[in-house]
């Protein structure tokens, strides 16, 4: 698979009837965990998950170069740093009436196994075997040390073959690997055993996040067609936001839709992190928030897409937050390291 150095941008790839946007490049089918990341670097793996009766989620974030991580974030002040000694298997489990569980444990390279079609970290691993992705989540739990043991089967209904490029200056790259996906969480340890529908993507950088962004707000919805919507908008210091309003196929087709300026939502209760709408116009008819944390935002959402309802995940991030010493002073709290 190629890495973000040996994409090759094309103005536009036309896929059955429609046209994907600039700064698209085509790539490998399938999927390969052991992709070269830089030095400052980061490679992640996201899924996510809402239970088929809308009362649980889950999200799992898998990382070489955790780009949330205080500990890389301070490293880097000293010099340049090797992505694989910060690598973390984050899993997140919400459940009914605000429940929520949490894994998010950063080990080092010594830790890390990864090939073509795996990757292992500690006791945590995940598989792809051709037709779905294996997650065995063995962690505990912070900040009381619950065991969360179990397995996570992400079933994408087809693979994407392309990427795109995030900033000016392509050293951002995003690749959403399975838009449409059934998943099935086992996690009996936390008390979540449900299937609902996914998603997965991954995203790519050859420096630090904050380096190419001040932050963004990204969401991606399940249509009452069956097809996943999927909006973004990236803001960069000194250029326009680059925004995209896509929208995927069961059977991986791709097409670009109007992008439009984004609406803005009420921010978190805690935190009062600014929350954004990207490319609609249209306020949501649900805005549940799950995580308000002081630099990042993940929520609920109902609301419509080009008219049509769609229901799914809403983030928020805010990178200048993040570079602020006190946050990353608190982060440990819930991200603690092992070496």
């Known amino acids: 698979m190629d890495t973000p150095s040996e994409h090759v941008a094309v103005e536009s790839i036309e896929i059955g009837d429609a046209t994907l946007p600039p700064r698209y490049s085509s790539r490998a089918p399938g999927i390969d965990f052991a992709q070269e990341v830089t030095d400052d670097g980061y490679l992640w793996w996201y899924a996510d998950a809402i239970s088929d009766d809308g009362q649980q989620a889950m999200t799992m974030i898998i990382f070489v170069g955790s780009v949330f991580s205080p500990y890389y974030a301070r490293a880097r002040r000293r010099g340049p740093q090797a992505a694989e000694h910060h690598c973390a298997f984050n899993t997140i489990i919400y459940g009914p009436s605000g429940r929520k569980r949490w894994s998010m444990t950063e080990r080092t390279g010594a830790q890390l196994n990864r090939d073509t079609h795996s990757y292992q970290l500690g006791p945590s691993r995940i598989d792809w075997d051709g037709h779905c992705f294996l ?3 063995n962690e505990r739990c912070t900040p009381f040390a619950q065991r969360m043991l179990g397995s996570i089967r992400i079933t994408p209904s087809a693979l994407t073959t392309h ?3 995030l900033d000016q200056h392509g ?3 995003w690749h959403p690997i399975a838009p449409i996906a059934h998943i099935e969480v086992d996690l009996p340890s936390v008390g979540a055993h449900w299937s609902g529908e996914g998603y997965m993507d991954s995203n790519q950088g050859t420096e630090p996040l904050a380096d190419g962004f001040s932050g963004w707000d990204w969401t991606r919805a399940r249509l009452a067609s069956g097809d996943c919507a999927v909006r973004y908008e990236a803001r960069q210091a000194d250029h326009d936001p680059h925004r995209l309003s896509l929208r995927f196929g069961q059977n991986g087709s791709i097409a ?10 009420p921010p978190t209760g ?3 992190v600014a929350r954004r709408m990207p490319s609609t116009k249209t306020l949501p008819n649900k805005l549940l928030t799950l995580e308000d944390t002081p630099f990042y935002a993940r929520s609920l959402i109902e609301t419509s897409f080009n008219g049509e309802p769609g229901t799914g995940i809403h983030e928020s991030l805010s990178m200048e937050r993040f570079e602020k010493r006190w946050v990353q002073t608190l982060l440990p709290f819930r991200m603690p390291r092992r070496t």
């Open 256 to 265: 670009s839709e109007e992008t439009q300026e984004s609406t803005s939502l």
């Open 135 to 137: 997650a065995q989540v």
């Open 270 to 272: 805690i935190w009062r």
């Open 171 to 173: 050293r951002h790259h």
């Open 163 to 165: 990427s795109l490029q």
